[in-house]
């Protein structure tokens, strides 16, 4: 099987492919509230998506992809999430699958990319499936939750666990990839939080798996993959949750970004209706108000900060032939939650003071906060449990988590 040719045009620039999606927030936004309705992004909006190119950020350059660093993607994500926190959600995994796909074997990339396809693709990461080795592969069964765009996908990354029979119960675990035909879709998805995301459940009965779309989760968290040693470019040696843990964490922020922009146009011209006392003043004159907004900011500001300070790190500690130690990638979860946690801690002001009008599905403060509580409820970027991960690290323990 032949790789896809490379564009003959020069590639995108990181900012022209940033410029994209921004050039799509205004109808990603107007549909928004529809998004959520529909429990799932619009056929519409995945084709501007295609169009924009926008999948091919991360992606080999072999497989006619623009080899841009983890931080394009994660600008292009936090972008679109301002405008809609489900779509934003929805396309942070496809497109930091540009570099992880790329951790599994040649073989593999060649199945997903050969001939210039733009496959959509989801990801179920909890290894709540059994794995049974057989001859060429694996026989995969299980069932997962939250496989986040799984209407609009073409393949699905499944965790799981390798059981041979009779054996002790299964310690290696690892990912299996799948087309979307060998999985049954659930639906399931009735929520309040990144309601538009159709995060469903998917059922696989005994699909067999080759063994080149399978990927051990060891070899994935320290970045030393086979597809890795195939790809020269450093990038595609990012530990697993350097990158996806801060590509999730880039819809938190950028739907509190986008509720402290909605709150600032809603607010300016708003006056108070009180019946009684105070009716008719300026919302813009009040302390209360103002200092929610310097928070909310600060917050922000500060989130944004810390998620892009590690990615460049990281990303420049490969460049210079250094290894990601277990130290740096604990650091990197900490700070994933935190920034999390900060985001949270901005929706949660601003929300407190929108009034009765803050009640209304169709505000977009509400929806922010609702979206981004439902982040923050991810496994991955729950405080209690990363913040304790780092505080074990630090005391010379075991760290107990996912890094």
Known sequence: MTSAAVPTAPPPTPDELIDRAKAMIPEIRELAEETERNR??????????RDAELLRTCRPKEFGGFEHDAVVAFEIALAVSG???????????????GISFAHFPIEAQRELWSGGADPFSCACFAP?????PTDGGYVLSGKWAFASGCDHSSWIRLGALITKPGTAPPHDGAFFL???GDVEIEDNWFVCGLAGTGSKNVVVHEAFVPQHRTLLFADTRSGRTPGSRY????????????LGATMLASTAVGAAKGALEAYLAMT???KTRGALAGGGSAMAE???????????????ETAEMILV????????????????????????RRNQAYATKLAVQAVEALNASTGGDGLMLSNPVQRAWRDVNAVARHVSLNWDAVGTMYGQHAFGLEPRGQY
């Open 178 to 180: 799948l087309p979307i």
């Open 40 to 49: 799932t992004i619009s056929s519409e909006i995945i084709g501007r998506i």
């Open 286 to 300: 009040y302390a209360t108000v103002q200092l929610r907004v310097a928070e909310a900011s600060a917050a922000v």
């Open 128 to 132: 709540t499936g059994i794995a049974v």
């Open 231 to 242: 790809q020269k470019n450093p990038l595609y040696r990012l530990p697993l949750l350097v």
């Open 268 to 270: 300016a011209g708003r």
């Open 83 to 97: 405008a809609c926190a489900s779509t934003g959600w929805t396309l942070n995994g496809a497109l930091s699958n």
């Open 309 to 332: 300070t590690d990615l460049q790190k990281a990303t420049g500690k490969l460049r210079a032939g250094e290894e990601i130690t277990v130290t740096d990638r604990i650091r990197c």
